[in-house]
């Protein structure tokens, strides 16, 4: 009996002394194990990152690929795969010195011949992808020298280069899998990320599971593996239901909170939250400068001059961003800041009078804005986005008290997107992301017409010449001197009506730790723990 | 006799000698009948008189107003733009009463036309046109109005274009299987005795006398056809912003439902008061046309 | 009784033909180049010019329309625009859950809405049949993603109950099959009290109670019997009903279904995908239909010679 009390007494005595010292050592070092859920809106196309064209599989391959280099906290260029790199004086030659102690989820080395494996299959034909022109397009060749020194050649200087490397999109992928995958390596992708692919079910998850062999993690976090188990990436069409899943704390990190639920969460001081400013304009009018009456400047002026754009922000996006002025936002490097005096204002005393110029005038007063008769109709082309939509029926309600009677027509994003390219609209909707400023290459050259997103169809030699000279300049203070002129020409070619900017908002569980916030806007997941 | 339902006691009401008319006698007996009517008929008023009720203009951003609770003001409240949404809810049922009355009657028309054909003439013309009919029946009606539309791209118009070509077989089935029973009737034999030609035979004799019971299936059908449109619009095919469509109010309005009920709520209760009203209405029709309960 | 089967066997062929050739002619007649929305933007023209006559679309329309019979027969369906993967494969993937929640819906459809049906036509007080005619055409009138919504709102969010981002098991399951069954019960309740009360009606049902038999037994063994035999009819006509309806509740409550496939597939305008997946929807009501005429035949033989 004794003995038994006495034993009984002595594990109570364990017990106590283990629930004494077991939370202490989990305070010292984070908790290891368990799933943090993520929710996405959009499935991926493909978990290929060189084949995609969904921007869910950029964000995906942050955690499953390493790129060459890559950016810290501050927006800094450090090394990644490459330990370190140098540039020839011309800029056209890129020399890598690549980490030894890499390996790729499948157990093959990383080295040279991947990187050059990687990036000549982007550049492929055959591969057909979407990306590899506007991130590698300059590449002449990509030359091994021994295992860990890969040296790239460029046809001329490109200035983009350092930013593209960064692209989740441009991550190093195991060339043997892609060898023994073939099509399927685009449903069970191989890198070297701190997470390695385990499951993707259709329109339900993707899951990574930690890669338990991982050392080489960046500066901005620690080297060594993740502290959870698995990240799931949940697909939910939904957005009620991905906000009413991230209260009832299924889902662990809630990136993108509607804006209607921004207020009402926050006002809840339960969960942290996180906010950037969106890399990218998020939200502006398009012209198609071919079709009328848009091909007429003195309209697209005088549109800029109309629409008065903090009520669009205010009430088409709660308040929750800020008034666009120009193509490139305050959040990527090369914006203009003299932007805000330089761009239109709201006046529609000036865009009554520049209606009158280009010949639209109110035959009465509250009557349509005619010309030769005619009234100045059109259909705008938007996407089945809350905010969209909101703001597109605020644009409309100001642009009727000017006698213009502008239609809504909805598509779904790819279709609205092939729309535009092919020219069909008036005017359309659109809002980018994106790192650099090469974005007005992408966006405004000329050779992007039809194929690419020149989707105002504007063709002029005095903008694509200053484009090709942003991106060959090499001179950094040079190379602001020509995006500042590009915003401008922009501006007064008048090609879109900048709209609003939104603040991405992050909300997260009051049970995840470590969990931070990269300047490209995604959440970096090593340092995170579950409590 | 000790069941006591609707329709037994309706049928012991005719028995009796007939003091009112039999309509309004079986109507008493149907309290609930009479509220759908009611409903229909204040629907329509509304949807008629729209412009002259509505306090608001339907698609006006009134500045400052922006989700408002219900008051004296805005009695429905206001939605995320700040319009009122008793004057969308008002200005709605004029567009949702068009979709399902547009939507049947090209069913309807289009659906008796292939019926009546194939009942009358019969033989291989009925066999070719009911084979058609039954290979569109095994499409879905949503899945089929969604590809159509997807051909001719979102709009109200084509949704309606969409719901109704999608809901033909339905009625041109019916409307065979009628003609076919009324075609073997004495006074069509007998019509056909004295020489009437086929169109004179269809038009006097056999389309009045099968009409009904497409009718009653149309006035449910209204209903559906409602609620078909209203889940297009969930799925961006169906109105256009602003168009203050019921379906598509009650679907944009959804991302508010924890921040502002009323914008959900109202256009939501116009889609279910009105279906429910409906389908009251064509099962108190059908009971009234129903030739066994009329004996 | 063989004749019989053989005939209505034979009868499916013409209409499958039907179907096919509908869904084929839905490609077909869409405005717009199949080949760009393949190749995407960055095709030539000489690779567009390759994939046609790769995929026989420069060929003839009955060539082509015999080609894409020959390959359905075989189980190929071209593959997705988007995802670049067998149409077959994606579809067999996804079918799964559908038929998961369909049968769900189908079960719950019946089980609730024929009892209530029954009810309704036997209640001794006309409040009572009012009551459940009233409650089942809301169940029919709400629109599903407003139900669905609001269900997940109630018993997920406020109650706590039931899990959200679950898509597999019994838990992830109960939400969407009541969304979906609602209306579905509401037409089973409303077709069951007018079967019944038309069965109330007929002779051999006066003759009984004139003989004297409990009305207990009169309802239950002589009426409900034989005025559930359309019932059931409708309930198996239903369920291709609930695979469509599954095109709205499955995107509301995130599950990875046919329906949803579809949704992705129409608006996106990926048309070989599309095509699969309302061939295959449409094949089963086929299938459905035929199976419930069969069955018909077998126990009712007054059918067969019809």
Redesign the interface.
Known sequence: MAFWRSLVRSLLLLVVALALVVPSITYAQPRTGGEL?L?STE?P??LDAQKT?AAVTGLLMRYLGDTLITKDLKGNYIGALARSWTVSRDGLTWTFQLRTDVKFHDGTPFNAEAVKGTIERALAPET?S?IAGALFGPVASVQTSGASTVVIKLKQPFAPFIDNLTDPRAMIISPQAVREMG?RF??APVGTGAFKFQEW?????VVFARNPDYRWGPAYAHAGPPLVDRIVM????????Q???F??G??SILVGV?P??VR?LRAMNKYPFFSFLRKGVGLFLEFNVTKEPFSDIRVRRAFNNAIEKN?VLQ?GLEGLGEIADGPLPPSIWGFWDGVKEYAPKYDPARAKALFAEAGWRQARPGGALEKDGKPLSFVLFIA?I?TW??S???V??QLRAYGIAM??????F??LL?KL?AGEQSAGFMGYTYTSPDIVQLWFHSSNI???LTLSHFKDAKLDALIEASRTETDQAKRLAIYRDIQKYIIDQALWVPLWTNTNYIAVQPTVDGAKIHPDGFVVLNDASLK | MATVSEASAAGAAVSRRRTTHPVLRRLRSRPLVIVAMAMLVLFIILALAAPIIAPHDPNALISGAVMRRPSWTYPFGTDELGRDVFSRVIHGARISLQIGIITISIALVLGTLVGLTAGFYGGLVDSALMAVMEILLAFPQILLAMAILAMLGPSLRNAMIAVGLSAVPVYARTARGTTLSVRAMDYVESARAVGSGDVRILLRHVLPNMISPVVVLGTAGVGIAILIAAGLSYLGLGAQPPTPEWGAMLSESRAYLRNAWWMATFPGLAITVVVVSLNLCGDWLRDLLDPRLRK | MKAFLVRRLLLLVPTVLGVTLATFLMLHLTPGDPVTIMLGEFASASEVARLRSELGLDRPLPVQYVRFLGRALRGDLGSSIRSRRPVAEEIAERLPPTMQLALAAEILAVAVGIPAGVAAATARKPAVDSGVVAVTLIGLSMPTFWSGLLLILLFSLTLGWLPITESVGVRALILPAVTLAAPAAAVLARVTRASVLEVLRQDYVRTARAKGVAETIVVYRHAVRNALIPVLTVAALQFAGLVAGAVIVESVFARPGLGRLAVTAILSRDFPLAQGIVLVVASMYVFVNVGVDVVYGLLDPRIRYR
């Open positions: 859920v929710v499935e196309d493909t064209g057909k979407p099509d685009g449903r079910r259709s329109a339900d998850r949940r697909f939910m069409p939904e957005s009620a239901a906000v009413a899943a209260e009832r299924e889902i509607p209607t639920d009402r009520s009430i089945p809350d939509r909101r597109a029926q605020i409309q309600a239609e809504i027509q909805t598509f779904e790819g279709t092939s390219k039809g194929t690419g």
